[in-house]
């Protein structure tokens, strides 16, 4: 235990030095093998506190070099093969896709990690708003009462530790204490929307609302609620995000109109149900978007990577399907749509290779 304290001290002093976290030293602080997803929470969290940023590798010179040299190598290979008269579309395209070079396991693996910590970052910074988390605890409510499946509902993991005994053995506890927790969270969090209540205040309520809801994504995230069942989540919260920007603009076209007076106590109305829904300002809300928008495109980012290096796979599954009478875009989307599926599945702790995924 002292070790690890060790490890994250040395990690969080190497950001502050910095003044962010790369891809790199995060990968480097996490092991290959060992099932330690709260080595990773940890850091996340002690990131998340002291405002350090996980940001992209910058590229050295030498690896610029190599990965130019590896890129056009490929496109003479391609080019080559368009040279040739091949009248199979399906063919060329197959041939072209299995000239392509796999990544390598040291390579799989860090692209994993990548998808890991840039998943983690994207569901805590949309979970810590209250609309999602909410929306989080009645699917995870749901779930336990048997009203909606568990395995398409619930990513199951063994190396995380997230087996459905195990989740399901924690959900009672973990749901009980979230609720026990909100009592307490939600009068704070509704004075925080409050405009009556001091700047002061609100200053004082802060570290204990932070506090309570971080504790309550913790348990949430316990619970492992697949990523795409929070992603409609997030379409609805940057809608109301949307919407909360085009009534201030309206408000303030109309504002000196005696004629909009209805109209403006419509839309003040309006705007003041969208901050008891969210308990965000229009102006919080901004900022969080922001940041869930810049995090779920590192996330995307980080599985197309992974995709992207092993398309030659999208000949083997597209084989599968090969005398099934499929189009020839059906035959490619399958194998597109298998490819992420193998994305989606990969556990690089359990030590196999990607491939065994597709």
Do not use: W
Request: net charge positive; proline share 4%.
């Amino acid at each position: 235990m002292y070790r690890l304290i060790e490890e994250l001290r040395a990690v969080i002093e190497q950001g502050q030095t910095q003044g962010y976290l790369t891809y790199s030293q995060v990968n480097a602080y996490l092991p290959d093998e060992a099932a330690t997803p709260e080595k990773l929470d940890a850091l996340l969290m002690c990131a998340e506190e002291l405002g350090l940023d996980v940001v992209a590798d910058k590229i050295v010179p030498e690896e610029l070099s190599k990965r130019k040299s590896r890129n056009s190598r490929q496109k003479s290979v391609i080019g080559e093969d368009r040279s040739r008269r091949i009248d199979d579309p399906v063919r060329m395209y197959l041939t072209q896709m299995g000239e392509i070079p796999l990544l390598t396991r040291a390579e799989e693996i860090s692209l994993a990690k990548k998808i890991e910590v840039t998943r983690k970052r994207f569901r805590r910074s949309l979970l810590e708003s209250d609309f999602p988390l909410r929306t989080a605890i009645e699917i995870l409510r749901k779930v336990h009462h048997s009203e909606l499946p568990f395995d398409r509902t619930i990513k199951v993991s063994v190396t995380e530790g997230l087996e459905k005994t195990q989740i399901l053995g924690r959900m009672p506890h973990n749901l009980k204490t979230i609720d026990l927790l909100r009592q307490e969270y939600l009068p704070d969090a509704e004075k925080m929307v409050n405009p009556r209540v001091s700047d002061g205040t609100r200053e004082k309520l802060v570290p204990e609302i932070d506090r309570r809801r971080r504790k309550m994504v913790t348990l949430v995230e316990e619970l492992s609620v697949r990523t795409q069942k929070m992603q409609p989540v997030m379409k609805r919260l940057e809608q109301i995000n949307e919407r909360m920007v085009e009534i201030q603009r309206h408000l303030k076209r109309i504002r000196r109109l005696k004629s909009a007076k209805d109209e403006r106590a419509n839309l003040q109305r309006e705007l003041q149900d969208l901050v008891l829904l969210t308990l965000e300002s229009p102006e919080t809300l901004r900022v969080r978007m922001e940041i869930i928008e810049k995090r779920f495109a590192d996330y995307e980012q980080a599985m197309r990577e992974l995709s992207g290096g092993n398309l030659r796979l999208v000949v083997s599954i597209a084989k599968k399907y090969r005398n099934r009478g499929l189009s020839f875009l059906d035959l490619i989307q399958e194998g597109n749509t298998g490819l992420m599926r193998a994305v989606d599945k990969y556990e690089y702790r359990r030590g196999y290779k990607f491939s065994t995924y597709a």
